[in-house]
């Protein structure tokens, strides 16, 4: 057996320390921005189904094989896949897939950081009573004249990028631990609050069908790929974030339950999202692909129309603020240990430089919904967003989805049987484990791959 690698960076304090943090990584942005948009957008049950098909079939086992070999490995991913590449006696040119992972973190904290800033500016709406009583038209302005003015996102970009380097700073326990074990059982209780309120309010039967009555006429590859690519997005896989969490998990905690945690937890805030926000889309005659405002130009709606909705509105954008939060947190985390390990920096002048380019780089989002919006056509869809949908095409539908097949063939091609059953802590011959490296080795680099060549036209 090899001998266990110390962590070089410190250790959770428990295994609930660990799945708080990456339940705090998986939850945020994605679940309550991106999917009920993203869903509005691919015509609705059809693209939910494919992308929960993906989260079981290519998430959970992704998810499994990343916590895995950040645990082996204990550094940063770029280390991690040389050190455990020289292990198994495979090419050492395995470190760029952990190249990758650290620069995709650091493009999609770019466009990330600048729609956190959207949820920022809601807060400050919020507290000053802007959406009571307003129906779709007033909330809608709201959102337009938001987007539509480069300073004021200048403003609530920066701040949010300021907000991130400070808390990663402060390095993984004290920083990383606090901020995400309070808030995230109150979003969720929020969530709950807002699909009840859909529920005596809204059109729910419609937004439920919407959500999950699969039309396939509706779905293309283009909508395959990007529920794919989100199922990934989603669960913070694919570019080292979990890898890297994972490098700071006590030898003694299970994989496999922690994995399903996990992805459970994630998958069910998400649902919520879309149950809160659809059947307010359909009683107000919104349009359901509406694209990235879509939660910005729902939810208001409701807060103005319920008992207390000031209230309300405010703790949802503060929850919604702390819950990407903790999502920026790990998508620098990657480049900033990197620079520490790697290139020799304090930790404090890694995210001072990892800080100032993401910041620079979030320029481009800035200007993508105001002076510089140019359409362009992927996978055959129409693309109206700029720099911001190609950052998140790129990153969403093409280095993640990447990222997680080469993982995938790592942990099921490269590692030995016995290191994975090793660090998994299961018997070579327990079921689990024969499902878990079937999918690894078949399931996920067959569908990732044909899923992705077929968007893009080439199958
Ligand atoms: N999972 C996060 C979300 O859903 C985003 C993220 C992606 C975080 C990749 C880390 C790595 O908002």
Redesign the pocket.
Known sequence: MTTKRQSVHGQWSSRWAFVLAATG???????I???PYITGENGGGAFVLVYLICVCAIGIPIMMAEIMLGRRGRQNPIMTMEILAKEEGASEHWRLLGLMGVL??FF?LSY?SVIAGWALAYIVQSVSGAFTGSDAKTVSKIFGDLIASPERLLFWHTLFMVMTMLVVARGVRSGLEKAVTLLMPGLFLILVLLVGYAMAEGSFAHGIEFLFAADFSKLTWGSVLTAMGHA????????G??MIYGSYLPQDVSIAKTSFLVAGA?TAVALLAGMAIFPIVFVNNLEPGAGPGLVFQTLPIAFGQMPGGVIVATLFFVMLVF??WS??I??IEPAVTWLVERKGMTRHMACVVAGIATWLLGIMTVLSFNKWAFTFTFAGEEKTGGAFDILDILTANIM?PLGGLLIAVFAGWIMSKKSTTDELGMEQTYSGYLIWRFLVRYITPVAVSIIMLKAVGIL
């Open positions: 990584s998986a939850v945020g942005l994605g679940n921005w991106k999917f995709a973190g999609i990330y990934f997005f989603t669960l913070s896989l694919g570019m974030a979990i994630d819950a990407a999502s920026a790990s998508l993640l």
